[in-house]
């Protein structure tokens, strides 16, 4: 005998217990009662007569109630089960794009919109993998090319001194160009890879923001940038210090870069309420709408003309500590005319 056919009888017996007992117990009640207030006597007969009728009515209603609990059992467990099991089946083999038919009720509403949560949720992690693997193999690509045509150049016999500088040049810069992807990659990994908590401590956010602006000093000197600033002075925080010092440094890079030569960067500081506000402007580019929404997308550069200088992970990384410090970055741009970030955090 299988085991699905002695499940079915063995559930059936004990819906025939069940119902016999109840059954029993109350038809020995009615006749009690009925004996008292009539006063009839029942022969051995009229008992083995009920005994027999209540025997099969007994089997009846318990075989009913074993077909209906079978069918009910079919339809909101056994059914959803063997569905959710294929597609966790096919997850596991790699198919994100599996989703359970979600019930409209019954037991299993919930897992079934967990689970294809869960998926979509696999589904995008697997299309940013294959995207961050495809835009560090490029990123990787072109830094590599130029230090291998420029070792070329350099290893001519006879090249004249300014062109071998000139060389040189390139190839730091391609070096540079290539630690700080690297960098930034290991950075963005260890934020994301672990359940980081920050290091707080009270700290002069004032200080902290100037230290950043004067480590630029060079590049806004080269490229004769005028600055706006309006800094309140002493203003503390409790924050981490080396947390926070990633967003300064990547959004007043950014400014630099995007800015063009002779422009203006703002940097503001100020206390509101609970909150202390900081903005980051420049008189660049600026941005178009599609662009502001893919800006913290890791490898995205809305500004290709400008890739050479970046990788696209700085605001990825701006994004992700500031997350990681519960504060808000906001971003207003007009195209032509510049972009102004605005961190938020709290006192």
């Known amino acids: 005998m299988s085991k699905k056919a002695l499940t079915g009888i063995l559930l059936y017996l004990l819906f025939f217990a069940l119902t016999g007992i109840i059954t029993t117990e109350n038809v020995s009640l009615f006749l009690h009662l009925l004996k008292n207030e009539t006063g009839i006597v029942y022969t051995a007969e009229n008992i083995r007569f009920a005994a027999i009728f209540t025997f099969y009515n007994t089997a009846f209603v318990a075989a009913v109630i074993a077909i209906f609990d079978k069918i009910r059992r079919r339809i909101f467990v056994e059914n959803p089960i063997k569905e959710i099991l294929s597609v966790t089946k096919r997850i596991t083999h790699g198919d994100f794009t599996a989703r359970v038919k979600p019930q409209k009720f019954g037991y299993f509403k919930k897992l079934d919109e967990d689970i294809n949560a869960m998926a979509k949720e696999l589904s995008s992690t697997e299309i940013l993998g294959t995207d961050i693997i495809s835009n560090v193999s490029h990123e990787l690509k072109t830094p590599l090319s130029v230090l291998q045509n420029y070792g070329y150049l350099l290893a001519e016999p006879g090249l004249p001194e300014e062109k071998r500088i000139e060389y040189a040049k390139s190839m730091n810069r391609a070096t540079r160009h290539l630690s700080e992807l690297v960098s930034n990659i290991l950075k963005l990994s260890k934020l994301e890879s672990q359940n980081l908590s920050p290091v707080l401590k009270r700290s002069n956010i004032s200080e902290i923001l100037c230290e950043c602006l004067l480590d630029f000093e060079n590049e806004w000197d080269r490229k004769n940038l005028k600055l706006d600033i309006d800094i309140e002075e002493d203003i ?72 050479i200088e970046g990788n696209g992970l700085g605001l990825a990384l701006v994004k992700k500590v500031i997350d990681i410090l519960n504060g808000d970055i906001d971003v207003d741009s007009i195209p032509g005319e510049g972009s102004t970030f605005t961190v938020k955090l709290h006192k």
């Open 236 to 307: 503390y925080i409790d924050t981490d210090p080396d947390l926070i010092s990633i967003v300064w440094t990547n959004l007043v890079s950014n400014a630099i870069k995007f800015s063009s030569d002779g422009g203006t960067i703002g940097v503001r500081l100020r206390k509101k309420g609970n909150y202390v506000i900081v903005s980051i402007s420049d008189t660049g580019c600026g941005m178009d709408k599609n662009t502001m929404e893919r800006i913290f997308d890791k490898f995205y550069q809305g500004d290709t003309s400008h890739s």
